[in-house]
């Protein structure tokens, strides 16, 4: 399925790019996470990280379904 | 919303006003500012990334939650986004309330919840010319860390 890919801080270097969408065959957030990480080479682990999917936050587990848009969130450190 | 993002300067003057209430017997803010140092190293200046769809609506759940707990009257933060210079504010928190404790309080929660929860990213731009993202860099620590920020 097709999914939507934001990037932001770290993980936006990392990755070369803000956006992007993949063709996975991947099912949970976990699992793209998991493609991901070994495609950029990220340094920063997923237990380290939280998951938003349609800009609300969500569990690791959770279904994907084809255009769901997925962001990865860094540990944050606003103020 | 009464959690906002702005890429020009936070205007608190105009954002107080939003707060005044007959009801209320005083005002407490709390202002975050860009300090020229931070964990030992030397900063020449600031960057902030926000998820802004996503730190619009966390900002405005805590901001919610503070008026829940705490009897206020009103209550707004406002963060900044984008290049920020040394003494520059990057947050402001405003409560309004009929007795100082409670806005002192509200003004509180508000500001360390924004700290921990909303999706805000900052980069720090050293005088040495390094740079890196904060609470990124050194929790990424595999054992070979020191060279991490050479991906940026």
């Given at each position: ?12 270097e ?23 990480h ?23 587990t ?10 990865f969130?860094?540990p944050?450190?606003?103020? | ?18 707060l005044?209430?007959?009801g ?6 709390f ?9 030992g190293?030397?900063v ?17 759940l ?8 705490f009897?206020?009257q009103h ?21 309004s309330?009929a ?9 509180r ?16 731009h ?8 904060v ?7 595999a ?10």
């Amino acid at each position: 399925m097709q999914l939507k890919i934001q990037y932001y801080a770290i993980l936006r270097e990392q990755a070369g790019r803000s956006e992007e969408t993949i063709e996975t065959l991947a099912t949970t957030p976990a699992d793209v996470f998991l493609q991901l990480h070994s495609r950029y080479g990220f340094t920063l682990d997923r237990e380290q990280l939280k998951v938003a999917v349609n800009s609300e936050f969500s569990d690791w587990t959770r279904t994907l379904r084809s255009g769901d848009a997925l962001v990865f969130i860094p540990p944050v450190a606003g103020g | 919303m009464r959690f906002r993002l702005v890429q020009t300067a936070i205007d608190t003057g105009t954002s107080r006003l939003e707060l005044l209430d007959g009801g209320a017997g005083g005002y407490v803010s709390f202002e975050g500012w860009v300090r020229d140092h931070n964990e030992g190293r030397a900063v020449r200046r600031l960057e902030y990334e926000a998820f802004a769809d996503l730190a619009v609506k966390e900002g405005d759940l805590i901001v919610s939650e503070a008026l829940e707990r705490f009897p206020i009257q009103h209550a707004l933060c406002v963060h900044r986004t984008g290049e920020l210079a040394i003494g520059e504010l990057a947050v402001w928190v405003g409560v309004s309330s009929a007795h100082r404790g409670e806005a002192f309080a509200a003004c509180r929660y508000i500001i360390d919840e924004v700290k921990h929860r909303v999706p805000i990213w900052k980069k720090e731009h050293y005088r040495d010319g390094d740079s890196g993202w904060v609470n990124c860099e050194r929790c990424a620590a595999a054992p070979a860390h020191e060279h991490a920020h050479d991906v940026i």
